[in-house]
């Protein structure tokens, strides 16, 4: 089958890949670009490990072709730092604990990053309800939560 | 080697707090590698075909199509891992589980594998093999199993355990009996009796990482082995087994694992990978789908237990039965012994018998799963044990303090305990301001409690002082929720250091002497023992090197706050050395200096819980919600306690999905129905409350700082605190878990109409 040729922006970068028409962005991600910090947990749309935001669009890169990302913009959880300064949310995770095997924690960020530019004074309860398509086994949520408002008041001071 | 492993009282200075995980910053960049996130130069894609039925027999497979297919580079059965297993019938299951030989016994059972240069190539090369299956008679439900109208599974099978050699085959395995006294006796001294049937159904650790690997043997007959597990030592010794290799020439490195539960302790896609990886020559990756996950790796047991407990009038508990059925899958287990074994260990009991079977069913082989088999025991037996303080109108809490177990007790499974958290436990639960808040309509409260045995086992561990100062220190068992931070904070505490002076790794299986899995709630009690121990080796080093440095016997040396001191009126003026200073002379005073460990960490403190919560039933539709729950639990000691909570709580929500939502679903063709996160529904977000924790410290006198395993006892009490509450919120008492919205209306309604 003969690949599609894409032109897109990753985490600010211009990026050009071939990919197969029924390939998903998240297999180019993690088998053609190296980026497997987006996970895939059950390619079903199901878990939100391969969260990224597309065009300020959270969703599942598992449920998106390689091919839909020409001339859009895509985020992925590589591009949150900036340089060696952590995001709010990934230094708030660290602080709560609010990881502990850390397969859904890059889904997490990614999600809450999406949560916090749409409503940056959330309630326990939007919180709950915006993270709710993320599985995470190991934490029951609370210190996920926990560290969510506590980057919100950050980043709302900051 | 002179290890006092002997709990003393200290005061700590690293113990205790709570630093970021060394680990941490990986893990929320994405840079962390897991299971799925190592690649090898030319290495190619596995997939396996899986049987689409619950039982048959393989009369023939036929792989030459696939093999011609372009791209392919190898194609296995059955026939390319010989059986190696020399007699060993558990090694002979695992085998067999791996790979079917004769027969398909569950819906996702392996039966061919393939290696091609794409995914795409492999996938449309498994469409090619023909399988010429003769489908036979299945049985999936556990109750159905035992009867004598079952298909029987395996027909080598005649039941151990029991006084007569059974004459035909069956699908019980083995009988396991357990307890003391006499219940005949005890029974008749009651006067009041509660008996009840219950049922669990089947569940998943539901670890958000599927199975993963790359394998690549090389023609010397050396490979490498880059897995997510809860033991890479462990599935070295299987895999080499099974492909009948030396252990030594397969190195394993354990990556990050994506969660286990006690599910990744089990060999499945390891041995094909390295079986399609010697067929190939090349290195091959194998990662299971979320399906296969489902449909073949480990769940738990689905559960049949009786239960009858009786008491007098004054709340004492006279006599105590149970009899427990669980399903293996289609291979023997001691899935109802553990069972047997856990139901009653919380309670102070002159007279208890338990009784277990191990069921075969056409269903994927039972796994561990955090705290195997003590949740549905407890289910049971602290849903009967509610019902019995209700009949004698005594308060719950009141009547568990009343017949709870105490130091010097005998456990209804056999040891005498040692001083032990369930009393603490049960007087906190009580003086907890949850108890005492208000309940709305419809609202129910629950509690329960739960034991776990926990696990110390075989662990080996190097530390090693580098010429700047820093340590570095090597384990074997594998980090599953945040040991590497207790660890580090463990040689610290030991050595006087800074935590941020250790930097703890996970070694591979060439790099460090045998060490069991994680599992059983061994990772930081065993590992921060033979962490002490390595450090305290250390320490005789470093005194050593000082009072080389000071030209002093080194008795006269000692190691305080991280220096070494010499000790006496004459050294007045030797200023002490630092950990540092020693370091930095070491390769003038005899090279590097490092402390090893080795041992069997013995006396794994046993680990009780008491769990709180309230319910809300919606009696028109059975709906539930978690309005608020509390945990808590003996930590021993707990030594990095934010992340003792995170165990709290992770156990508690596991154990609110098996409850309320989650249930392998098999149609009568044998075929499971809900192999994905959308049919089969963990907890998400939404669904739960903030989880609160109390932490005790009982000290557990077999560990110098006083630790007990935290990971398991976490899930035993919630399937029964919440039956406790949804019974008491709508008022009729449930006895099938999950309680779905299905179940809980129809409970009310059958006490509607009744």
Not at chain 2, 127 to 140: A, G
Request: a negative charge; aromatic letters at 6%; hydrophobic letters at 40%.
């Amino acid at each position: 089958m003969a690949g599609v040729a894409v032109s897109t922006t990753i985490n600010g970068d211009n990026v050009e890949y071939l990919c197969q028409p029924d390939e998903t962005l998240l297999d180019v991600l993690r088998d053609r670009l190296g980026l497997t910090g987006a996970k895939e947990g059950c390619g079903t749309g199901d878990c939100g490990a391969c969260s990224i935001i597309l065009d300020d669009r959270l969703v599942c890169s598992c449920l998106v072709l390689g091919a839909e990302a020409e001339g859009r913009r895509v985020e992925t959880i590589e591009g949150m730092a900036h340089g060696d300064k952590l995001h709010p949310l990934q230094q708030k995770f660290l602080e709560h604990a609010a990881l502990q095997c850390g397969i859904c924690t890059p889904g997490f960020l990614i999600a809450a990053k999406d949560l916090l530019a749409k409503n940056p004074d959330p309630t326990e309860e939007e919180i709950r309800f915006g993270l709710a398509g993320n599985l995470c086994r190991c934490t029951g949520y609370d210190k996920i939560v926990r560290a969510v408002q506590d980057a919100a008041s950050v980043m709302k001071g900051a | 080697m002179n290890f006092d492993p002997r709990y003393s009282s200290r005061s700590f200075a690293s113990v205790g707090t709570r630093p970021i995980r060394p680990d941490g910053v990986d893990k929320v960049t994405g840079r962390a590698r897991y299971g799925a996130d190592f690649n090898m130069a030319g290495q190619l894609v596995g997939r396996v075909l899986r049987s689409p039925h619950a039982h048959a027999t393989i009369r023939k497979i036929d792989t030459s199509k696939a093999e011609k297919l372009p791209g392919v580079k190898a194609v296995i059965t059955a026939a390319d891992l010989p059986d190696l297993t020399d007699g060993d019938a558990a090694m002979y299951d695992i085998l067999d589980n791996c790979m079917a030989r004769k027969k398909a016994l569950y819906d996702g059972h392996a039966v061919a594998a393939v290696a091609a240069v794409d995914a795409r190539t492999a996938t449309q090369a498994l469409k090619l093999i023909e399988v010429d299956y003769e489908v036979l008679p299945h049985v999936t439900d556990v109750d159905e199993a035992m009867k004598h109208s079952a298909p029987v599974l395996n027909d080598s099978i005649f039941t151990e355990g029991v006084e007569e050699k059974p004459t035909k085959p069956s699908n019980v395995t083995k009988r396991s009996q357990y307890g003391h006294g006499d219940v005949r006796e005890g029974f008749a001294q009651a006067d009041y009796v509660v008996e009840r049937s219950f049922k669990t159904e089947q569940t998943h650790q539901g670890y958000i990482e599927p199975h993963a690997c790359v394998a690549s043997v090389s023609s010397d007959g050396t490979a490498d082995l880059w897995v997510c597990t809860q033991g890479h030592f462990v599935y070295r010794q299987h895999c080499a087994q099974l492909l009948g290799m030396e252990a030594s020439k397969l190195r394993v490195t354990s990556s990050e694992i994506g969660g286990g539960f006690g599910g990744k302790t089990h060999v499945w896609a390891e041995p094909v990978a390295l079986a399609l990886s010697r067929k190939a020559g090349r290195p091959v990756k194998l990662v299971m789908t979320r399906d296969e996950v489902f449909r073949a790796s480990g769940p738990t047991s689905a559960t049949s237990i009786d239960v009858k407990i009786g008491a007098r009038k004054d709340g004492t508990i006279t006599a105590a039965e149970a009899t427990l059925r669980y399903s293996c899958g289609p291979y023997a287990g001691m899935w109802a012994e553990l069972g047997a074994m856990t139901a009653f260990a919380c309670y102070k009991l002159d007279n208890v018998k338990t009784v277990g079977y191990e069921v075969l069913v056409n269903r994927p082989k039972t796994a561990a799963y955090r705290a195997p088999s003590a949740p549905m025991a407890a289910f049971a037996v602290e849903s009967a044990v509610d019902e019995l303080a209700k009949e004698i109108g005594m308060d719950p809490v009141e009547f568990r303090i009343r017949n709870a177990a105490q130091e010097g007790t005998r456990s209804s499974y056999g040891p005498v305990y040692g001083p032990i958290g369930i009393g603490p436990t049960l007087e906190a639960a009580k003086n907890h301001p949850h108890m005492k808040a208000p309940l709305g309509k419809n609202q129910g409260r629950g509690m329960a409690c739960g034991f776990w045995f926990n696990f110390g086992g075989q662990t080996c561990t190097d530390l090693n002082i580098g010429m700047d100062g820093s340590v570095s220190l090597a384990v074997g068992t594998v980090d599953v929720g945040g040991s590497r931070a207790s660890l580090s904070l463990v040689a610290a505490e030991e050595l006087g250091i800074a935590y941020e002076q250790v930097k703890a790794v996970v070694a591979d299986t060439s790099s460090l002497g045998y060490n069991d899995m994680t599992d059983g709630s061994r990772g930081t009690f065993s590992s921060s023992m033979a962490t002490i121990s390595a450090a305290r080796n250390a320490i005789k080093v470093l005194r050593e090197r000082a009072a080389q440095m000071w030209d002093v016997p080194v008795d006269d040396v000692v190691w305080e706050k991280g220096h070494a001191i010499a000790k006496g009126e004459k050294y007045g003026n030797l200023a002490a050395l630092s950990l540092k200073e020693i370091a930095a002379a070491s390769g003038k005073t005899g090279g590097p200096i490092a402390g090893h460990s080795e041992l069997v960490a013995d006396g794994a403190g046993v680990s009780f819980a008491t769990h709180i919560c309230d319910i809300e039933v919606d009696p028109e539709t059975g709906a539930t919600r978690v309005l608020r729950y509390t945990v808590v639990q003996d930590a021993g000691k707990a030594v990095h306690p934010t992340y003792v909570e995170g165990q709290y709580q992770g156990g508690a929500a596991q154990g609110i999905g098996w409850a309320l939502n989650e249930e392998y679903i098999y149609a009568k063709d044998g075929r499971l129905q809900n192999a994905g996160f959308l049919d089969y529904r963990i907890p998400v977000c939404s669904d739960l409350p903030m989880i609160d924790t109390q932490i005790l410290e009982i000290p557990n006198p077999n560990h110098p700082y006083g630790v007990r395993g935290v990971g398991e006892t976490s899930i035993v009490p919630p399937l029964a605190a919440i039956a406790n509450a949804v019974s008491n919120a709508a008022g009729v008492r449930m006895t099938h878990i999950p309680m779905s919205p299905p179940r809980v209306l129809a409970a009310i309604e059958a006490e509607r109409g009744g």
